[in-house]
T-cell receptor
Framework: ETGVTQTPRHLVMGMTNKKSLKCEQH?????MYWYKQSAKKPLELMFV???????ENNSVPSRFSPECPNSSHLFLHLHTLQPEDSALYLC????????????????FGEGSRLTVL | QKEVEQNSGPLSVPEGAIASLNCTYS??????FFWYRQYSGKSPELIMS????GDKEDGRFTAQLNKASQYVSLLIRDSQPSDSATYLC?????????????FGRGTSLIVHP
């Protein structure tokens, strides 16, 4: 138990569906992240929020839409996805993004395994 | 483009041996370095962090950092089958006033009995 909870753990959707991934952290952290993990590839940073303000958008297609209503919750809204978007989507949190020492100490959720048909 | 390079492996070592995992990075001004362990089907978990040149030991794990060579390594002594996992190297660099870690693709370690 890392203190970061993701739901759903598994999701199968068609290319025309709209779905959302949810992440909640109970660690009192100020920064939250979405990463994509595909087979044989490094973790790909998608979005970063610090104090619920988006600080990074790593050239992510608009079919992925993040939402951060507060520092404890993070959503990833999905619509008109492609089969190549099938991957493990990991949410993480850290104390903040302005201190070099602690920022890399990420706490990950268990991930949401997405399959796009 | 900041890059973190790791040999994808697999690295196979016998039980009880020392496993040596290596990582190089491209951003010379990187300031902090992390090793994560990821078991198959699970999410990454932080096992070591190191911020200054030299060695840092924690139980069976030793992280080594050489900023001049832009090289960080992880040694696992007395390797156990339960250490079999993918080990991810992460490097923290400043970007516009904030620090966002960049991950390598990971090295798969297999410890056989």
């Amino acid at each position: 138990e890392t203190g970061v909870t993701q739901t759903p753990r598994h999701l199968v959707m068609g290319m025309t569906n709209k779905k959302s991934l949810k992440c909640e952290q109970h660690l009192g952290h100020n920064a939250m992240y979405w990463y994509k993990q595909s087979a044989k590839k490094p973790l790909e940073l998608m979005f970063v929020y610090n104090f619920k303000e988006q600080t990074e958008n790593n050239s992510v297609p608009s079919r992925f839409s993040p939402e951060c209503p507060n520092s404890s919750h993070l959503f990833l809204h999905l619509h008109t996805l492609q089969p190549e978007d099938s991957a493990l989507y990991l949410c993480a949190s850290s104390q903040d993004i302005v201190l070099a020492d602690t920022t890399g100490e990420l706490f990950f959720g268990e991930g949401s395994r997405l399959t796009v048909l | 483009q900041k890059e973190v390079e790791q040999n994808s492996g697999p690295l196979s070592v016998p039980e009880g041996a020392i496993a040596s995992l290596n990582c190089t990075y491209s951003d010379r001004v990187s300031q902090s370095f992390f090793w994560y362990r990821q078991y198959s089907g699970k999410s990454p978990e932080l096992i070591m962090s190191i911020y200054s040149n030299g060695d840092k030991e924690d139980g069976r794990f030793t992280a080594q950092l050489n900023k001049a060579s832009q090289y960080v390594s992880l040694l696992i002594r007395d390797s156990q089958p339960s250490d079999s996992a993918t080990y991810l190297c992460a490097v923290n660099s400043a970007s516009g006033g904030s620090y966002i870690p960049t991950f390598g693709r990971g090295t798969s370690l297999i410890v056989h009995p």
